[in-house]
Nanobody, 116 residues
Framework: QVQLVESGGGLVQPGGSARLSCAVS????????MEWYRQAPGKERESVAVCTTDGSTSYSDSVKGRFAISRDNAKNTVYLQMNSLKSEDTAVYYCKARIIGMGDYWGQGTQVTVSS
């Protein structure tokens, strides 16, 4: 069974930075397209960053230039570096692994609150 565990959330001041991590169990990580989503109160869950198996990345317009997704296949971990954080980045952040032929797997989420 594939399990994802996020970490690194918390309270951050506006303009600050934070790095989220998502550790994936098992030996399938290198076959997984990884994606970070977020869900703010009262809003739908939205995709913010994608990292494919070959390392290609893409971002939503709301975070482009401020967030960076990366992966370490040796550690079975995907990261989300978040810089220049704004109050509107406050949300629960989730990582998702998509594995062709197996399906989608989600982590439990980690709260990021941007506030002074």
């Amino acid at each position: 069974q594939v399990q994802l565990v996020e970490s690194g959330g918390g309270l951050v001041q506006p303009g600050g930075s934070a790095r989220l991590s998502c550790a994936v169990s098992g030996s399938i990580f290198r076959f997984a397209h990884m994606e970070w989503y977020r869900q703010a109160p009262g809003k739908e869950r939205e995709s913010v960053a994608v990292c494919t198996t070959d390392g290609s990345t893409s971002y939503s317009d709301s975070v482009k230039g401020r967030f960076a997704i990366s992966r370490d296949n040796a550690k079975n971990t995907v990261y989300l570096q978040m810089n220049s954080l704004k109050s509107e980045d406050t949300a629960v952040y989730y990582c998702k692994a998509r594995i062709i032929g197996m399906g989608d797997y989600w982590g439990q989420g980690t709260q990021v609150t941007v506030s002074s």
